[in-house]
């Protein structure tokens, strides 16, 4: 099929080029469908940048190498994600990958210390995390309702920052890690249950990969 002549058929064209790109990468990608969606994202950026500066040719070769950088992204994230998921609650999300840890799994009741048992559990995660240098990793501390909101704060900030210790000591380096004490702001669950507030009362790890990153 030739390219139109003209400068207004040539945007039509590169639209249109961007879409069938899109659709195309996102069903043929692999291994899964999160793969998928990183594939699409890619390739509709990648056209809509290579249409503004190369024409409908632009577009094209746009497409490909940002669906080709998207599936690489995705594919990262879901090999990442199986590995975790043999350790922990894991979630692969539009973002990235959600580990959940509960706080009565690795902490007393009021402690920041963690038990015998969080130790090795977060030493494993550590050790598969140890492993993804350009990951950027959020720790979320967060608690259920009962107490000051002052307290609670401060026991998520110090059980965030633990968990944050016990991932540097596998090798996770620290500048690729953020720590914050959520405190009792975002909860999953009803706090008028003992099982409410259980559920609320966890850690989260959020881990993104940049695009575009060469991990192996």
């Not at 497409?63 to 975790?84: S, V, W």
Request: glycine share 12%; hydrophobic share 35%; proline share 4%.
């Amino acid at each position: 099929m030739k390219p139109p002549k003209n400068l207004a058929n040539s945007k039509k064209w590169a639209s249109c080029l961007s879409m069938t790109l899109l659709l195309s990468t996102s069903a043929c990608s692999t291994p899964n469908k999160k793969t998928g969606i990183g594939a699409a994202a890619g390739a509709a950026t990648g056209a809509a940048v290579g249409g503004a500066t190369g024409g409908w040719k632009g577009a094209a070769v746009g497409g490909l190498l940002g669906g080709a950088t998207g599936a690489g992204f995705g594919n990262i994230l879901d090999r990442q994600a199986e590995e975790l998921a043999q350790v922990a609650e894991t979630q692969r999300t539009q973002e990235g990958i959600l580990v959940k840890l509960k706080n009565d799994l690795l902490f007393e009741t009021g402690s920041a210390v963690p038990k015998p048992q969080a130790i090795q559990e977060v030493s494993e995660l550590g050790s598969i995390l140890s492993k993804y240098k350009q990951d950027k990793i959020r720790i979320e501390g967060h608690t259920d309702s009962t107490g000051s909101q002052a307290i609670n704060e401060g026991l998520s900030l110090r059980r965030a920052k633990a968990i944050k210790n016990l991932l540097a000591a596998q090798g996770v380096s620290e500048t690729q890690v953020v720590i914050a004490g959520m405190g009792p702001t975002r909860p999953i669950a009803k706090n008028d249950t003992p099982q409410g507030r259980a559920m609320n009362r966890r850690v989260e790890l959020h881990i993104e990969a940049p695009e575009g990153t060469n991990q192996g």
